[in-house]
């Protein structure tokens, strides 16, 4: 049949039974013997040709058209008998003729549909009862019934034997293919095919009763704990087929036909309606699992079993026109497509399972299963047996034991080049483009005019903008706010205490609060990529201390430097906006990108255990102590016995009288206000040793530190449903923190606790929320403040532009694009405004940025049992930063909240984000890492 | 050839060129074109028929005798051309061809050595210097040199794809195959190859000397860094070759020819010699990989490469006899047996590459080898091919990426029953016998006569003694000696102390602490099976809880009736030891042996989390102190206000005169004897709040318990000698005591601490070493003694053979056979002592049983690489039992050291203990139990 012809009577189908092309019947009996030798030696040789040789000779024997050339086959018995040779020569490889026949026009009856396969198994034995037994299913991967028949096993691979794989394809020779078959019962279907094997060998009329009962038997599937009505609770299954949304499966007439009036052996049939009004028990279906096909999916059954009067194999393989919806056969109630029958004697039950597993496997097989849906003869099924074997790998014996279940893969190749013509196949290794280091792309090129790369940046995001808050709509932005806001809290406000120790005051805590609450708001707002989250660095804090001293020792004022140095800063960025020098990120590699995360995660876990270390200086135990001096141990305030001229001062200045202190009654502030001494045997160099509160601490750090990585994979455990695991899974850290805090409280040691300032007015009293650039200070000032603020552009630029490379990754899968320039500018003129109002600078914080969007990764989530969710991109949108910063800001009128958050439970959170930023960022796009599966060694039966 | 025939005359070697039928030349030409084709198909059909057909069919034309029958083809060309059929039929399977093969019987040039494949390759283009480059080894297993050629991939599972596998045996169907080829250089070797290329086909002149030249391009080995020298530092390999204990590979006549005086290209020959003398240079071998090749390996060299001048590829497989040692072709300095050559045109070197892996691969399997070994035609190789081929597993396309490597199983099936005739092949299930539950043998069968059982056990036993002394020496024995010692020493202090509290003091520490020793010394040196450790069990604490309870009410003496019982359950246990009562265990069920198992080892996790929980209330922290009023915290001893009736008779009884005493400087013992009172701010229930302890104890018992489990697992690190990860593993509860000690004593907290008896005699000044059965007690508690006795036997004999049959199972390998009467008898003997002598009971302590079996674990060392090492069995011997219990004897004099070991530290070592024996349980023999592989994705080339 010349590829593109529509000629419908080409089609096989049942009606024409008259035609001796339509049904092919291998012969079974001695007297076909010669023909089935011609059959198997053509198969034989299909199979060969196929192997493109690499010795070249096929080339000199292949000169001619390889391309769509399909030959049509003579199907003549015995026609090519004598002199097969030239015949034999004529035959495109299986690969072609796979590819011409996936060509072909696709009519409506033969459009492939997603398959649902099941496996059946019986064995019929003289005076036994028997009822056809689901023993395995297929979506994309095999499932068995494991033994006892009281659960599914995990999914595999199917690891097939290749001896059986060449049994099945033996039983498409040799077998009745009956192609487009027009039947709507089961017991229809089993007529005909005896019909056809009556006509091609000597069935008798009781291994013909005997076949057709076997057929006729009852089916029981896993999801049926047992079977306690004969005739099915009658519901209409019309409605529920209606709501597929492939339209070959829709009813086009919508004629709902009462069921009760159905009898079962007899279900009225419409033409070109696939999906059939029938009865069908939805209490026996799990429809769990119902959910995972795919709409408009059809099935395919394959029935092996053993029966014992009969003395040689029955073998057929049926493709119904249309998909008949056959009640009770599948376990799911979709209309079968296929129907694989395979009946042999007694005693072979286990070969003829393994000859049901590889027909199940082929027909999951993605080539495969549209060659059975669009084959036009038995050969084009040959053929896609063939071009299967063709792609198989191989495991040798003596290096496997086939009984281990292999786990399915992560990724698995793309089958789409077996479809396309000239890709030569059969190559084991594919080369793959490697994801390119560099980031090249319309974003980042020059565009030679001012401001060109911003006026893109903006035409490129704003289309996006309104879906950036749509698209955040769902939990796993709660989960990422909550996580995150928890997050960003400790490193600001530690960050301002520390600024406020080194500027005695001037920027401290709640100044710090407010800068990262508004420039975060803004940023958020309008930034080109939301997903960083802003945060203090290292290196600003350096620079802050380091200025302070000058000022001190020159006597400058402080803030009004500290705002012209901002002011330059943010004038030097938005020039670096204008000249688009945010397209010098391209030439920022892989290598650079991975080496300046790496570090800043390492510093990032150092800085989270140091912070744990720095409590044992904080809270001293008191080492060596011994149990039985317990009732001896104080530790006291006392009138110091030589007070220091600073203590006498203080006093004097005080009016405090020293004598009519009651010293001992002093707690530890008062006394440390006082200048009193501690003086006793519980005492360390500061004040008391504190009992506990370390240990806890450390408790609390390595508890939340491991409660939350196991939370984490919590998605990956073998318990409770997928949306339960996902959601802890997203709400890891928050579950964490949360935990921890209700345990500390019910402990009650007092352990150091997050201090959020209460109050929203300046630090210091000196100061407002605006300030001057040149203030007290002289003219000049203002202008030598452009050279520290050249260094403070670069570590800006550096900082901002390295951790939006790392976030914009192509492994992201981003679909609103960045905007570097766009970022760049949000960064500089909030930078300005802090400096104004004399708050902290704020740019993207890694650590921060890699966990917010690890946070936000979106996965499939319908897919078939075993296949691995995809990574589909992130939940790219505005609210989950705008939110954080904004109850960041509101912070202030939370502390009632806030203080029973114990800091070492934040610290176990840095080192958790931390870790997996680390992990994040080193192996995931790497293709050589490691990767773990685990295997489920197979249920020997 | 009919089987059994010994003609030496059949060989085809290749001293008769002379002989058609010797060198397989496949038609090349076109010329050659029609015998090519009805090779191809001959080969096809062989394939084929090698299929058992599911169908029956099989059988009707199989009617021969299938037996040995080995038919010799006709290999005369065009002899069967027209009239294929007949002949066809005439085969047999591969299966039973190879099977045919394998059975032949073995001349002395055909033994099957070991071998080592290496993959070389060679990419040659017009003015291009090229060498040879190793690619890939197998010893068992792949190893891949990976990108960059610096180093060697982890070993795994060779996935091949059919394609390349059909390809192979294409190019074995066509190119030449030469068996027992004589030479002695690769020169030789190229020159012979190229003469039969010649004779069969239009091998040019230029073509030849391009290939040739080929050919004799050096090889580059992965493991030499750089070509340091041309003529190869010269040393005799003889003296290696002499060591090796395969008597083939020999040199029987000891000549040491100097090397120097023999050039390169012509290597002396002697007959029969198959290890040549010839210039090795060891310094480019790389001798820890030489270990892992069993001595008398041979190589097999498969070569592929693209040769740009050549228009057809040249194939050739070559079996030379004897092996030659080729200086410079394998890396290491073996003789070569197989050459197998394939070098094409350019732009095949993918496919060169995956056939040549093929050939590889199909080398290491088991029966292929033996075939190649053996093979006496071009048919037999075939037909190992095609026997390969229908034992293969195949995994789908659409289901799994070939680029995947898939890590070595633990276990693979062995490859034996495919040498069988009769056994069914192709059955991706086999049926394995499950390891039996019952414990049968001739050990527990009952004999029938008094002590029967008993004479068996010391007979069976007596040979082994004093192995069981000398398999002792090893550094595994220390580690688990030192690590046991560490774990029984807390729960006989314990249990000592428990029981000193039950009987008020009757029965304590050191009386525990003597009995154990006493009766662990003696079980040691005579008991069956010597691996039980003995220990002090829950039941029998309850047990004399209830006895001295009762004893008090009715005012018996308790060490007396106790000696009485003890007495009695000797005696019933030594009946029970005459009349082979042990034998009964043969009825205890895998299940049972497990639930009780099970049960032990959760009690066990219970009591070690129990205790640190109990920790909670001797030691009280301070909840909800504030740190501000530690100045103000005190809790000193005071005189009580309100004295009950007690504390004023004791007061009394002391001449205490409360207003002389110090109150508040009492210490909290001195006040807790003196009957004061706690008062103040830090005051618990009972006494003063303990500071830190509790929750540094939480601290050393969890980091003990993670720290052991994950040095315990250190054996499978990626980093480290495999010597030093198995040591560290070996001791590794012993190093995490010792750190942990260590860490405790820098910390200084008061944790508690293991407290020894340091004195050596009765706790309670009121009785002796040796008890009167009868004592105060009337005479007919004696004979009414027999009653508890009875159910004291019972909790015994049941507590002592579980145990015992848990220790004897099958798994474990154990070789010196088990003696459950021997057992019983002993711990009948100790209980008698130990009753005279006052000591607790001791019988057989299932967990730590187990730990000792456990750590005391063979695995075999030198394997193959990736191959996993197998568990060999158990280190049986005596000494460590001995060790420990003489230790434990000695502890007395060493609470010096022991009083640093933390009690936390002993929990966390329990809890790890009932993990890891509750892992090894339920896990290790199950079949369906998870296991994990890492998985390497292949490298791209």
Same mark, same amino acid.
């Given at each position: 049949?010349?590829?593109?012809?529509?000629?419908?009577?080409?089609?096989?189908?049942?009606?024409?039974?008259d035609?001796?092309?339509?049904?092919?019947?291998?012969?079974?009996?001695?007297?076909?013997?010669?023909?089935?030798?011609?059959?198997?030696?053509?198969?034989?040789?299909?199979?060969?040709?196929?192997?493109?040789?690499?010795?070249?000779?096929?080339?000199?024997?292949?000169?001619?058209?390889?391309?769509?050339?399909? /030959?049509?086959r003579?199907?003549?018995?015995?026609?090519?008998?004598?002199?097969?040779?030239?015949?034999?020569?004529?035959?495109?490889?299986?690969?072609?003729?796979?590819?011409?026949?996936?060509?072909?026009?696709e009519?409506?009856?033969?459009?492939?549909?997603?398959?649902?396969?099941?496996?059946?198994?019986?064995?019929?034995?003289?005076?036994?009862?028997?009822?056809?037994?689901?023993?395995?299913?297929?979506?994309?991967?095999?499932?068995?019934?494991?033994?006892?028949?009281?659960?599914?096993?995990?999914?595999?691979?199917?690891?097939?034997?290749?001896?059986?794989?060449?049994?099945?394809?033996?039983?498409?020779?040799?077998?009745?293919?009956?192609?487009?078959?027009?039947?709507?019962?089961?017991?229809?279907?089993?007529?005909?095919?005896?019909?056809?094997?009556?006509?091609?060998?000597?069935?008798?009329?009781?291994?013909?009763?005997?076949?057709?009962?076997?057929?006729?038997?009852?089916?029981?599937?896993?999801?049926?704990?047992?079977?306690?009505?004969?005739?099915?609770?009658?519901?209409?299954?019309?409605?529920?087929?209606?709501?597929?949304?492939?339209?070959?499966?829709?009813?086009?007439?919508?004629?709902?036909?009462?069921?009760?009036?159905?009898?079962?052996?007899?279900?009225?049939?419409?033409?070109?309606?696939?999906?059939?009004h029938s009865?069908?028990?939805?209490?026996k279906?799990?429809?769990?699992?119902?959910?995972?096909?795919?709409?408009?999916?059809?099935?395919?059954?394959?029935?092996?079993?053993?029966?014992?009067?009969?003395?040689?194999?029955?073998?057929?393989?049926? /493709?119904l *026109?249309?998909?008949?919806?056959?009640?009770?056969?599948?376990?799911?109630?979709?209309?079968?497509?296929?129907?694989?029958?395979?009946?042999?004697?007694?005693?072979?039950?286990?070969?003829?399972?393994?000859?049901?597993?590889?027909?199940?496997?082929?027909?999951?097989?993605?080539? @495969? %299963?549209?060659?059975?849906?669009?084959?036009?003869?038995?050969?084009?099924?040959?053929?896609?047996?063939?071009? @299967?074997?063709?792609?198989?790998?191989?495991?040798?014996?003596?290096?496997?034991?086939?009984s281990?279940?292999?786990? !399915?893969?992560?990724?698995?190749?793309?089958?789409?080049?077996?479809?396309?013509?000239?890709?030569?196949n059969?190559n084991?290794c %594919?080369?793959?483009?490697?994801?390119?280091?560099?980031?090249?792309?319309?974003?980042?090129?020059?565009?030679?005019?001012?401001?060109?790369?911003?006026?893109l940046?903006?035409?490129?995001?704003?289309?996006?903008?309104?879906?950036?808050? /749509?698209?955040?709509?769902?939990?796993?932005?709660?989960?990422? +706010?909550?996580?995150?806001?928890?997050?960003?809290?400790?490193?600001?406000?530690?960050?301002?205490?520390?600024?406020g120790?080194?500027?005695?005051?001037?920027?401290?805590?709640?100044?710090?609060?407010?800068?990262?609450?508004?420039?975060?708001?803004?940023?958020?707002?309008?930034?080109?990529?939301?997903?960083?989250?802003? &945060?203090?660095?290292?290196?600003?804090?350096?620079?802050?201390?380091?200025? +302070?001293?000058?000022?001190?020792?020159?006597?400058?004022?402080?803030?009004?430097?500290?705002?012209?140095? &901002?002011?330059?800063?943010?004038?030097?960025?938005?020039?670096?906006?204008?000249?688009?020098?945010?397209?010098?990120?391209?030439?920022?590699?892989?290598?650079?990108?991975?080496? @300046?995360?790496?570090?800043?995660?390492?510093i990032f876990?150092?800085?989270?255990?140091?912070?744990?270390?720095?409590?044992?200086?904080?809270?001293?135990?008191?080492?060596?102590?011994?149990?039985?001096?317990?009732?001896?141990?104080?530790?006291?305030?006392?009138?110091?016995?030589?007070?220091?001229?600073?203590?006498?001062?203080?006093?004097?200045?005080?009016?405090?009288?020293?004598?009519?202190?009651?010293?001992?009654?002093?707690?530890?502030s008062?006394?440390?206000?006082?200048?009193?001494?501690?003086?006793?045997?519980?005492?360390?160099?500061?004040?008391?040793?504190?009992?506990?509160?370390?240990?806890?601490?450390?408790?609390?750090?390595?508890?939340?530190?491991?409660?939350?990585?196991?939370?984490?994979?919590?998605?990956?455990?073998?318990?409770?449903?997928?949306?339960?695991?996902?959601?802890?899974?997203d709400?890891?850290?928050?579950?964490t923190?949360?935990?921890?805090?209700?345990?500390?409280?019910?402990?009650?040691?007092?352990?150091?606790?997050?201090?959020?300032?209460?109050?929203?007015?300046?630090?210091?009293?000196?100061?407002?929320?605006i300030?001057?650039?040149?203030?007290?200070?002289?003219?000049?000032?203002?202008?030598?403040?452009?050279?520290?603020?050249?260094?403070?552009?670069?570590?800006?630029?550096?900082?901002?532009?390295?951790?939006?490379?790392?976030?914009? /990754?192509?492994?992201?899968k981003?679909?609103?694009?960045?905007?570097?320039?766009?970022?760049l500018?949000?960064?500089?003129?909030?930078?300005?405004?802090c400096?104004?109002?004399?708050? !902290?600078?704020?740019?993207?914080?890694?650590?921060?940025?890699?966990?917010?969007?690890?946070?936000?990764?979106?996965?499939?989530?319908?897919?078939?049992?075993?296949?691995? !969710?995809? +990574?589909?991109?992130?939940r790219?949108?505005?609210?989950?930063?705008?939110?954080?910063?904004?109850?960041?800001?509101?912070?202030?009128?939370?502390?009632?909240?806030?203080?029973?958050?114990?800091? !070492?439970?934040?610290?176990?959170?840095?080192?958790?984000?931390?870790?997996?930023s680390?992990?994040?960022?080193?192996? *995931?796009?790497?293709?050589?890492?490691?990767?773990?599966?685990?295997?489920?060694?197979?249920?020997?039966?």
């Amino acid at each position: 049949m010349p590829a593109g012809s529509n000629d419908p009577d080409g089609v096989l189908s049942y009606q024409r039974p008259d035609e001796e092309a339509v049904v092919d019947q291998g012969g079974t009996s001695t007297i076909l013997n010669i023909h089935y030798e011609k059959e198997e030696l053509e198969g034989h040789r299909t199979l060969y040709v196929g192997v493109r040789m690499p010795l070249g000779r096929q080339s000199h024997r292949h000169h001619r058209t390889h391309g769509q050339k399909h /030959r049509r086959r003579m199907r003549g018995k015995g026609a090519s008998q004598g002199e097969e040779g030239p015949e034999a020569l004529a035959h495109d490889t299986p690969s072609q003729r796979v590819q011409f026949i996936l060509g072909t026009e696709e009519d409506e009856e033969h459009v492939p549909h997603d398959l649902f396969t099941e496996l059946d198994e019986i064995c019929l034995k003289e005076g036994e009862d028997a009822e056809w037994k689901e023993t395995a299913r297929w979506l994309k991967f095999e499932e068995d019934v494991e033994d006892g028949g009281e659960r599914w096993s995990k999914p595999y691979v199917a690891t097939l034997s290749l001896h059986s794989l060449f049994e099945l394809r033996s039983c498409l020779i040799n077998g009745t293919v009956l192609l487009d078959m027009r039947a709507n019962s089961i017991e229809e279907i089993s007529d005909l095919i005896l019909d056809q094997q009556e006509l091609f060998s000597d069935l008798n009329d009781s291994m013909r009763v005997k076949v057709r009962e076997a057929l006729l038997k009852k089916h029981h599937h896993q999801n049926e704990k047992k079977r306690n009505n004969l005739i099915p609770i009658v519901r209409s299954f019309a409605e529920v087929g209606k709501k597929q949304s492939d339209p070959h499966s829709m009813d086009k007439h919508g004629q709902t036909v009462s069921p009760q009036s159905i009898p079962t052996t007899s279900l009225e049939v419409k033409n070109g309606v696939n999906c059939e009004h029938s009865p069908v028990d939805l209490s026996k279906v799990d429809l769990h699992f119902m959910k995972k096909i795919p709409t408009g999916a059809e099935a395919s059954n394959v029935l092996v079993g053993e029966v014992d009067s009969l003395d040689r194999p029955i073998v057929a393989f049926v /493709r119904l *026109s249309p998909a008949v919806l056959l009640s009770g056969l599948t376990e799911v109630p979709i209309p079968t497509r296929f129907l694989f029958i395979l009946l042999g004697p007694v005693g072979k039950g286990q070969q003829y399972h393994e000859i049901g597993r590889s027909m199940a496997t082929i027909m999951t097989d993605e080539i @495969f %299963h549209d060659v059975a849906y669009k084959a036009k003869e038995r050969d084009d099924l040959l053929a896609g047996i063939d071009e @299967f074997l063709d792609q198989v790998t191989v495991l040798p014996p003596g290096e496997w034991d086939p009984s281990i279940r292999i786990e !399915p893969p992560k990724n698995v190749p793309s089958q789409e080049k077996r479809k396309m013509p000239g890709v030569p196949n059969g190559n084991v290794c %594919h080369i793959e483009p490697e994801p390119h280091g560099g980031h090249s792309g319309p974003e980042l090129q020059r565009t030679g005019r001012l401001f060109g790369g911003l006026v893109l940046d903006i035409k490129r995001k704003a289309p996006w903008y309104w879906s950036d808050y /749509r698209d955040a709509l769902s939990l796993q932005c709660l989960a990422s +706010f909550l996580f995150l806001y928890c997050a960003c809290m400790s490193p600001v406000i530690t960050f301002g205490g520390l600024l406020g120790e080194a500027t005695e005051g001037r920027i401290s805590a709640i100044e710090s609060l407010f800068g990262a609450s508004m420039t975060g708001i803004a940023y958020s707002l309008f930034a080109g990529q939301a997903l960083t989250i802003l &945060g203090s660095t290292g290196p600003v804090l350096v620079f802050e201390k380091i200025l +302070f001293k000058f000022c001190k020792d020159y006597a400058l004022s402080y803030l009004s430097l500290r705002a012209c140095i &901002g002011l330059w800063t943010a004038f030097l960025c938005i020039v670096l906006v204008a000249t688009d020098a945010s397209s010098l990120v391209c030439y920022i590699t892989r290598f650079t990108e991975e080496a @300046f995360a790496s570090l800043i995660c390492i510093i990032f876990i150092y800085e989270a255990i140091e912070k744990l270390i720095h409590l044992a200086e904080t809270y001293p135990i008191h080492m060596h102590s011994q149990l039985d001096h317990l009732s001896l141990y104080y530790c006291r305030c006392t009138l110091p016995e030589n007070p220091n001229n600073h203590t006498l001062q203080y006093w004097k200045d005080h009016n405090i009288v020293t004598t009519e202190v009651h010293w001992a009654n002093l707690t530890v502030s008062e006394c440390q206000e006082m200048h009193g001494e501690f003086t006793g045997s519980a005492c360390g160099h500061h004040g008391p040793y504190t009992p506990d509160v370390l240990f806890w601490s450390c408790i609390l750090f390595f508890t939340t530190f491991i409660l939350s990585s196991t939370l984490k994979t919590f998605k990956t455990s073998r318990y409770f449903p997928t949306r339960v695991r996902s959601m802890v899974s997203d709400f890891a850290v928050f579950l964490t923190i949360f935990t921890m805090v209700i345990i500390d409280f019910l402990i009650g040691v007092p352990s150091p606790k997050l201090q959020v300032p209460s109050v929203f007015k300046p630090t210091r009293d000196d100061r407002g929320w605006i300030i001057s650039p040149i203030g007290p200070n002289p003219w000049w000032t203002v202008i030598a403040a452009v050279i520290p603020a050249l260094l403070c552009t670069i570590l800006i630029f550096m900082d901002q532009q390295i951790t939006a490379v790392i976030i914009n /990754r192509k492994e992201h899968k981003l679909k609103k694009g960045c905007g570097y320039h766009l970022d760049l500018l949000m960064v500089a003129i909030m930078l300005g405004v802090c400096s104004i109002m004399g708050l !902290p600078w704020f740019v993207a914080a890694t650590v921060l940025s890699i966990t917010h969007v690890n946070s936000l990764k979106l996965e499939s989530e319908c897919s078939a049992p075993g296949e691995q !969710p995809k +990574f589909l991109g992130i939940r790219e949108q505005r609210v989950t930063g705008l939110m954080i910063f904004v109850l960041m800001g509101c912070s202030v009128f939370m502390t009632a909240i806030l203080k029973f958050i114990p800091m !070492p439970v934040l610290y176990g959170v840095f080192l958790y984000m931390g870790v997996s930023s680390l992990q994040g960022i080193q192996y *995931s796009p790497r293709k050589s890492s490691l990767r773990s599966y685990s295997m489920d060694r197979r249920k020997l039966n």
